[in-house]
């Protein structure tokens, strides 16, 4: 009796066990969440994260030592639009690096038929996570096509909070 209660288990176990060996990058299974793909010892990726959380998002890292390049690969993000992290929003939206909050709500309203998301390429100095009150720098917002085009949408001109 005591056995095959044991091995009642074994599958999930298993299961388990095999899922955390995976070399694919985890996609976000959880709703309502950004799975924040970043480097292991970038600091600007938390405080988006913080600032994403503060404005009402929820918010949590994937970190890597290598491999970053494949997951926006996989994503879709175009090479000029790459940036320090990526965000996956419920599995399926595409945020690219210091997106501010605002947008990511009024993408998430209202998705654009033929996008994937939102990026902010670089790091620029007035983008959420980056700016630290002093210097701010007016910068550009783009939407992110499932072509793998990327177009304009509008310039970000005044902070909003790190």
Same mark, same amino acid.
């Given at each position: 009796m005591c056995k095959r209660f044991l091995f009642s288990f074994l599958p999930a176990v298993l299961t388990l066990l095999l899922g955390a060996c995976s070399? =694919?990058?985890p996609t976000n299974s959880t709703e309502d969440t950004m799975v924040v793909h970043q480097g292991a010892f970038c600091g600007c990726c938390g405080r988006w994260m913080? /600032? +994403? &959380? &503060?404005? *009402? +998002?929820?918010? &949590? *890292? =994937?970190?890597?030592? /290598? *491999? +970053?390049a494949e997951v926006r690969d996989r994503l879709g993000v175009p090479q000029g639009m790459r940036s320090c992290h990526t965000g996956v929003w419920n599995g399926k939206y595409v945020f690219e690096g210091h997106v501010p909050a605002r947008y990511i709500r009024e993408y998430l309203e209202n998705p654009p038929p033929g996008t994937i998301g939102l990026a902010v390429p670089g790091m620029p100095a007035g983008s959420p996570g980056m700016y630290s009150g002093e210097g701010f720098e007016p910068y550009s917002l783009y939407l992110l096509e499932e072509s793998g085009d990327y177009r304009f949408l509008t310039t970000v001109s005044e902070p909003e909070g790190s």
């Open positions: 070399s =694919q990058p913080d /600032h +994403l &959380r &503060r404005n *009402g +998002l929820a918010a &949590r *890292g =994937q970190s890597y030592t /290598h *491999g +970053l």
